[in-house]
């Protein structure tokens, strides 16, 4: 019973990650599976990201605030993050795609993976600063 509740818990963790709604980090992933698993603790979220990330299922990222996030591998994607309010858009395109092709002919290295993050400041929290009356 204590093997059914694990794979459970394991399928749970990369649904979570696999939801496209970006990286997330161990504590995200622990209270978004509150509700359905009362029981899992964070220690167990923790212990099931470094393992899946060991087995490649998913991929470790760490942005300029220094919290770990992982993304489950099948989601390749690029990121907008808002430094204000950490809103994140995915990039519907990898733009570098095709400069990788072109930098592994150019320079006979076999490429085989790349990251690209952009920061900035999102519309809402831009319009935020010049009128701060505003929410
Ligand atoms: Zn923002
Ligand atoms: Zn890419």
């Known amino acids: 019973m204590a093997e059914l509740k694990h794979t459970r818990q394991r399928a749970a963790i990369l649904q979570v990650l696999s939801e496209g709604e970006g990286p997330r980090s161990a504590e ?3 209270s978004a599976l509150h509700d359905e ?3 899992l603790a964070l220690s167990t979220v923790y212990r099931n990201l470094e393992r899946f990330s060991q087995e490649g ?3 470790k990222e760490s942005f300029n605030d220094g ?3 992982y993304t489950a591998t099948q989601e390749h994607g690029h990121y907008l993050i808002c430094t204000v309010c950490d809103k994140k858009i995915r990039l519907e ?3 570098l795609s095709d400069m990788e092709k072109e930098l592994a002919r150019d320079t006979g290295f076999e490429i085989d993976s790349h ?3 952009l920061y900035g400041k999102c519309p809402a929290c831009l ?3 010049k009128d701060p009356r505003k929410p």
Do not use: G
């Open 115 to 117: 990251s690209l993050t």
């Open 57 to 59: 299922l998913v991929r």
């Open 28 to 30: 995200e992933v622990f």
């Open 93 to 95: 395109h990898c733009p």
């Open 67 to 69: 919290v770990i996030r």
């Open 127 to 129: 319009a935020h600063e």
């Open 37 to 39: 698993f009362p029981n």
